[in-house]
């Protein structure tokens, strides 16, 4: 029996937006596979339902149903300005980051090898302020070519990161200057962008911050690092970073889980503290859903994906996909006591802790102010809009690929491993490097239709710019504030619009990083 049949049978808790009847489904066969699960140590991260058909109803029709206004008739929509973006103001905060081999203690007294920057996981905290120019070297000691690329900020083309769209891959012993004055602030991430399916996995990424400097005064800014890590009993990453069977599903769910790089990080605070948190999802494909328990505290989301949102929403319910970003308003009573635990509510029957608050020492006056916020432009008119593309998710074999064009794999490995049916992710029928192409003007509002034609989940993000959600599955939505990664469920249709302000060709890809290494990317190019 390959390990492949063996590591499916522990997938059996799916992560679909669970209801009652998933949660008894899932109590059930809990208690059935319980021995086997305990076994096989923490091991019930799961996948989804799988491709094979039978799920969700397919409710594309209902957005085939509406009636469009065709390109031509469109009016205007809103401009934009994201943050509040300033003039370079000349400072220049310089950084060098080595990335290479590392052991570290994820699980409290276990060691685990890792790919790590400047020998920790996470990598180190990057703060600048709005205005700051930011210039990186990174130096690659890895036994493999690598490159960065800063998840959110818009950057110049050329400093995206994206071997074959905006770079060459860096090789062992090179290293690349990466150089970029960030617009707007807020919470963003770097991490590496080659065959992130392992690199993410072994520990390449790190948060970095854009201070606003009219920022309100909260008494502590937090950033927590999410993650998880498919981990055996003595500490050792699974070495196959290249599961065909994660790669048909949603990807690689570790089972061990934490906050920046441990499974019993904590952080203190004082009652009636009013903490800023900027929470991560620097998973390579699990989904979080964070929520405090256990306490007395107030909290809501006031910023996602970097930018302040319209008003506060409530953190509960609130889907963080890899690569998403929230930060986090929590107002902590005076009279509560600790530990107040923020715990991932998303697959499970019990919430799962991530991180824990210890409440300690005397209570504090809790600063009162307004959070920031932004007033969003409405796009909302563009509901009705057809769309400029419809992008099709389907996995597709190796065998249908059109006229065989597929490129063999640029790095040793890349799809190593497994046997059997070789499949692969595509968009609009192409897949990575044999990638579509999608054509937007700067400053004229493009709207993208996603048609998830799969049973997997898909965080889908773009590079170099924001959007809004107009619509999900023919229903007008409004967020209330932008994103740069939206998570599509299966059979999911999603329509976006975007308003690109920055030329170039920007990567498009599912964040789910074994479906953008196997195909699942295109080339967003914005000209003028
Ligand atoms: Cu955070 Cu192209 O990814
Ligand atoms: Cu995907």
């Known amino acids: 029996m390959s390990s492949e049949s ?37 091991r019930t991260g799961s996948a989804e339902t799988g491709r094979e058909g039978d799920e969700v109803s397919n409710e594309v029709s209902n957005a085939a149903a509406l009636v469009e206004v065709d390109r031509s008739q469109r009016g205007q929509l809103e401009p934009v300005a994201y943050g509040a973006s300033v003039a370079p103001s000349g400072q220049v905060v310089e950084l ?17 090898e890792v790919w790590a920057y400047n020998g920790t996981v996470p990598g180190p905290e990057i703060r600048v302020e709005l205005g700051d120019t930011v210039r990186v070297e990174l130096r690659n000691e890895l036994p493999h070519t690598t490159s960065i690329h800063w998840h959110g900020i818009r950057v110049p083309n050329a400093m995206d990161g994206v071997p074959g769209m905006n770079q060459d891959p860096i090789l062992p012993g090179g290293t690349f200057v990466y150089e970029f004055t960030p617009p707007d602030a807020g919470t963003y991430w770097y991490h590496s962008h ?3 399916n392992e690199q993410l996995e072994r520990g390449l990424y790190g948060a970095i911050v854009v201070e606003d400097p009219t920022d309100p005064p909260y008494s502590q800014d937090l950033v927590w690092l999410i993650d998880d890590w498919l981990m055996e009993t003595d500490g050792r990453l699974d070495p196959n970073f290249d599961s065909m069977v994660d790669v048909h599903h949603s990807g690689r769910w570790g089972n061990v889980r934490g906050v920046n790089g441990s499974t019993s990080d904590s952080a203190q605070v ?17 989904i979080v859903r964070p929520d405090f328990e256990g306490g007395t505290l107030d909290a809501f989301v006031i910023a996602v994906d970097g930018l302040p949102v319209e008003r506060p929403l409530p953190l509960d319910g609130f889907d963080l996909a890899p690569g998403n970003r929230i930060d986090v308003d929590v107002t902590v009573a005076v009279d509560a006591s600790g530990p107040i635990m923020l715990s991932d509510g998303f697959d499970d029957v019990e919430p799962h ?60 490995g890349t799809l190593a491993g497994d046997e059997g049916e070789q499949f692969r992710w595509a968009l609009n029928g192409r897949s990575w490097p044999d990638g579509a192409v999608h054509q937007a003007e700067l400053g004229r509002p493009d709207k993208l239709r996603f048609v998830n034609d799969s049973g997997a989940l898909h965080p889908m993000h773009l590079h170099g710019q924001f959007f809004q959600v107009v619509a999900r599955n ?23 619009v975007v308003m690109p302000l920055d030329a170039g060709s ?14 699942m990317m295109m080339r967003y190019d914005v000209t003028s």
């Open 474 to 496: 023919g229903e007008p939505v409004r967020e209330g504030f932008f994103r740069d990664t939206v998570l599509l469920d299966p059979q999911d249709t999603v329509d976006v």
């Open 6 to 42: 063996s590591r499916a049978s522990r997938r059996l808790l799916a992560p679909r937006r669970p209801n009652a009847t998933d949660v008894f489904v899932t109590a059930i066969a809990v208690l059935v596979i319980g021995g086997v699960v305990v076994a096989a140590l923490l």
């Open 194 to 196: 080659l065959r992130g």
């Open 270 to 286: 004082a009652p009636g503290e009013r903490i800023r948190v900027r929470m991560v999802n620097a998973s390579t494909a699990r």
């Open 96 to 112: 060098s980051l080595v990335a290479a081999p590392s052991t570290v203690s994820i699980v409290e007294g276990i060691e685990t």
């Open 353 to 412: 802790p991530l991180i824990a608050l210890d409440v300690v020492g005397e209570p504090v006056e809790t600063p009162r102010f307004d959070p920031p916020s932004a007033r969003l432009p409405d796009w909302s008119p563009a509901f009705d809009w057809a769309p400029d593309e419809t992008i099709e998710i389907s996995l597709v074999s190796d065998d249908m690929m059109a006229g065989g064009a597929m490129e063999a794999p640029a790095e040793p």
């Open 506 to 519: 920007w990567a498009l890809h599912c964040h789910i990083q074994l479906h953008g290494e196997y195909g």
